[in-house]
């Protein structure tokens, strides 16, 4: 098994990372917001400089500014603040010698352009615009050029920004230790859980109820179906050993017994003999044992390799043509009728020949002496495969159906297993169909129905039929 994340982790993750996102694009707007709000507070400043220093340049000639106009540029929102202002003939009127030179790139609103720069090294915020006034017999258009420190404008920022991604990280730090210690109290079900599993063991494998969250509701059932198909496998298994050991004890002991016979026996006629019957005791042992081997197969889930896409059409006439002479040999008339094109059947195809090749034994073994005629049908109708064996034998009675279905059950003491039919309707419902007993006058029909094809995939469907035995 290999370990990732645990669930605890994961959930953070994915609470917190999407969390943290929105924290970053607040606090990118956050400082967005207050970089505009910051740069159209200090154009206004500067606005208001500028016109003040219009103002008291129209009225001294430049030769002074008011006690007003030098509180502004003293003590603004972004400090100090610096001015230059040129006649219409460029002649210097007042003011600081050297203003920013505007760049190419600035852009122009009116009489009005704002435009960043550097000036003796700093980079500065400027206001440059042109008003068209009299001053000292010179009338034109002047030029006055304001501009600021950018640095006390970034403190204010950072100032008004600083507070708004303190509480955001506070935020999201309290939310990391609440998500943190609250997905381990809301993960406690699972923990609950895990111990009820871990409870579980082959001796008990009783499905789990108790409350769970609706999330997990689905693994659960899933998990309780799952122990529910262990529990029945594990009966059918014991059923199997018990059964088997049941029925090998006998004859076991038979075969035993004569091999012990032989190694006593004092003529050679004898050992004849006794070889003969110990023949024949091993023979019947291996095919009870085969029996019951082929019968716990059927019941069983089918193995991957074995489901293979054949023809049963195709099987059911090779069977026949080998039983012809064997139906032969035994003086019974044997007749075959196949109806249908090639069709696709998905499963084992050994099983299929052992279901049809044991109704065909049977009605062969147990017809008795009236027996005259054995008849195999097939046909398909929609979905299904439809095989049919007939016999005109002795057959049996309805009221004994149910008796003759059971394993190991004869209705008559006979050499056989009593596993025929049992073992052919285990076949039948491993193919998702089932096994029918009919009887019309003197003659006796066993049918098994075949199921060719089903939605989904062809395996899940013998694996869900399979495990319905």
Do not use: C
Not at 194 to 211: F, K, Q, V, Y
Not at 385 to 410: C, H, M
């Amino acid at each position: 098994m290999t370990n990732t994340l645990s669930l605890r982790a994961r959930l953070t993750f994915v609470i917190l990372v999407p969390l943290l996102l929105i924290a970053v694009l607040f606090g990118r707007w956050a400082y967005t917001d207050a970089q505009a709000n910051a740069a159209e507070r200090f154009e206004r400043s500067l606005l208001s400089t500028a016109l003040a220093i219009s103002r008291d340049i129209a009225v001294t000639g430049g030769d002074a500014l008011s006690e007003d106009t030098r509180d502004l540029l003293r003590d603004t929102s972004g400090g100090a603040v610096f001015y230059h202002v040129y006649a219409p003939d460029g002649v210097f009127v007042t003011g600081y010698a050297t203003p920013p030179v505007v760049p190419n790139t600035a852009q122009t609103t009116g009489a009005q352009t704002y435009y960043d720069a550097i000036y003796r090294g700093q980079q500065v915020k400027a206001l440059r615009f042109t008003q068209t006034m009299a001053v000292d017999q010179l009338s034109g258009p002047f030029t006055f050029t304001v501009w600021q420190n950018t640095s006390l404008r970034d403190g204010f920022v950072r100032s008004r920004t600083r507070p708004a991604f303190l509480i955001i990280a506070s935020m999201v730090g309290a939310l990391a230790v609440i998500v943190w210690f609250g997905v381990r109290l809301g993960l406690y079900p699972l923990m609950d859980l895990e111990n009820a599993i871990e409870r579980r063991s082959a001796n008990d494998l009783s499905p789990i109820r108790r409350a769970i969250p609706v999330e997990v509701s689905g693994i659960v059932g899933k998990f309780n179906a799952l122990l529910d198909e262990l529990s029945r496998t594990l009966k059918a298994k014991d059923i199997f050993i018990s059964d088997a050991a049941h029925q090998l004890r006998n004859p076991i002991a038979g075969v035993l017994s004569l091999a012990e016979s032989i190694q006593s026996s004092k003529t050679l006629e004898d050992v004849e003999a006794r070889s003969a019957d110990l023949i024949e005791a091993a023979r019947t042992t291996a095919a009870l044992a085969n029996n019951l081997l082929t019968l716990e197969r059927a019941r069983a889930a089918p193995r991957q390799e074995d489901l293979i896409r054949f023809d049963p059409l195709a099987v059911l006439h090779e069977l026949s043509h080998n039983f012809h002479k064997t139906a032969e040999t035994a003086g019974v008339s044997f007749r075959t009728l196949i109806a249908g094109a090639s069709v696709g059947l998905v499963g084992d195809r050994v099983l299929f020949e052992q279901a049809v090749l044991n109704l065909l034994n049977n009605a062969l073994a147990h017809g008795g002496t009236e027996l005259s005629a054995i008849e195999l049908r097939a046909e398909v109708e929609g979905a299904l495969l439809y095989v049919a064996v007939t016999d005109d034998g002795k057959g049996i009675n309805e009221p004994d159906f149910a008796k003759a279905r059971a394993r190991f059950s004869q209705l008559t003491p006979s050499s056989g297993s009593g596993l025929g039919l049992p073992i052919a309707e285990a076949i039948a419902e491993a193919f998702g169909g089932a096994l029918r007993l009919e009887r019309h006058g003197a003659s006796f029909t066993v049918a098994l129905e075949f199921q060719l094809h089903e939605r989904g995939d062809p395996a899940q469907t013998l694996a869900r039929s399979t495990s319905r035995v």
